[in-house]
């Protein structure tokens, strides 16, 4: 089994920064993808970023130029920084990696999730 685990949520005024960490740990083979996701109160899980293997990023569009996606593949880590944080910003953060694990019957591929860490932007 692959675990993740998110942190570096809270509480952050308008206009400031968080740096959200997402470690992945377990039967790991390989990732191949990482990113991060975000649910808002009574809104659809959506898109924040993603990053492959060898670094190459996607943004949604809202978060270009804002949220900066990295990770350290030899520490099997996904950070997310986030500037100049705006109230609808606020919501459950998740991520999530994609690649292959090392099981009782073999390699077989998994698609996991973090639990989640809570951003709220209110002053």
């Known amino acids: 089994q692959v675990q993740l685990v998110e942190s570096g949520g809270g509480l952050v005024q308008p206009g400031g920064s968080l740096r959200l960490s997402c470690v992945a740990s377990g039967s790991i083979f390989s990732i191949n993808g990482m990113g991060w996701y975000r649910q808002a109160p009574e809104k659809q899980r959506e898109l924040v970023a993603t990053i492959t293997s060898i670094g190459n990023t996607n943004y949604a569009d809202s978060m270009k130029g804002r949220f900066t996606i990295s990770r350290d593949s030899a520490k099997n880590t996904v950070f997310l920084r986030m500037n100049d944080l705006k109230p609808e910003d606020t919501a459950v953060y998740y991520c999530?990696?994609?690649?292959?694990?090392?099981?009782?019957?073999?390699?077989?591929?998994?698609?996991?999730w973090g639990q989640g860490t809570q951003v709220t932007v209110s002053s």
């Open positions: 999530n990696a994609e690649g292959f694990q090392v099981t009782t019957r073999g390699i077989s591929r998994f698609l996991n």
